[in-house]
């Protein structure tokens, strides 16, 4: 009973350099969501995916970019690295809009 | 613009109830939600509620929504210190794929 796969879980890289956080969902679900958690500002979408093929901008795109690859794997990319991107980034997942999204562990990234 | 509001701290002894609150300001919401955080891991699905119902209880949760008002509230009986945590509060608007997100409360269980 997978849900939702996020690797790594811990990630430190250093100002400029890039990387691809990975997303997999097992659900069968349209939709995929990137999010960061910062301390005492809740989540913040960064771009979500409503369905294979499509992808939209959140409330806080710049600085990534996204694949949505086929309906399970959504991909978010840091093309270069900031330490303003330090932060925790969820995956999720959900069966349509306004559906109950399920969230995976979270990436741990820290940019030095 | 939408927004969403917790309050930052509850502090309840073991084996009282918890009550978190959330208020909201957009009318045309379709579902609302609760999220429970624990330390280092993801968010976890808790609850949620139409947004043309009123109560739903599931178990140890009731979870009350007042559309007048633009409350909802999420009770937790006999609080275990298993449910040491941050729930979240969320929102969602009908045909927009985002969700409206507070900023959680932390649940603090005192022995």
């Known amino acids: 009973n997978a849900g939702v796969t996020q690797t790594p879980k811990f990630q430190v890289l250093k100002t400029g350099q890039s990387m691809t956080l990975q997303c997999a969902q097992d659900?069968?679900?349209?939709?995929m969501y990137w999010y960061r958690q910062d301390p005492g500002m809740g989540l913040r979408l960064i771009y979500y995916?409503?369905?294979?093929?499509?992808?939209d901008k959140g409330e806080v795109p710049n600085g990534y970019n996204v694949s949505r690859l086929n309906k399970r794997e959504f991909s978010l990319r840091l093309e270069s690295a900031a330490p303003s991107q330090t932060s925790v980034y969820f995956c999720?997942?959900?069966?349509?809009?306004?559906?109950?999204?399920?969230f995976g562990d979270g990436t741990r990234l820290s940019i030095l | 613009g939408e927004d969403v509001e917790q309050s930052l701290f509850l502090s309840v002894r073991e084996g009282d109830s918890s009550v978190i609150n959330c208020t909201y300001t957009?009318?045309?919401?379709?579902?609302l939600y609760w999220y429970k955080q624990e330390p280092g891991a993801g968010l976890q699905l808790l609850t949620y509620?139409?947004?043309n119902m009123d109560m739903k209880q599931d178990q140890r949760l009731t979870v009350l929504l007042n559309k007048k008002d633009k409350h909802l509230s999420l009770r937790i009986a006999d609080t275990q210190t298993g449910d040491s945590a941050i729930y979240f509060c969320?929102?969602?608007?009908?045909?927009?794929?985002?969700?409206?997100w507070g900023a959680g409360t932390k649940l603090i269980i005192k022995p």
């Open positions: 509620i139409f947004s």
């Open positions: 995916s409503a369905s294979e093929g499509t992808t």
């Open positions: 969320a929102e969602s608007i009908s045909g927009n794929y985002q969700l409206i």
């Open positions: 957009d009318s045309s919401s379709t579902y």
């Open positions: 659900m069968n679900h349209n939709s």
């Open positions: 999720a997942s959900s069966e349509d809009s306004n559906q109950p999204q399920h």
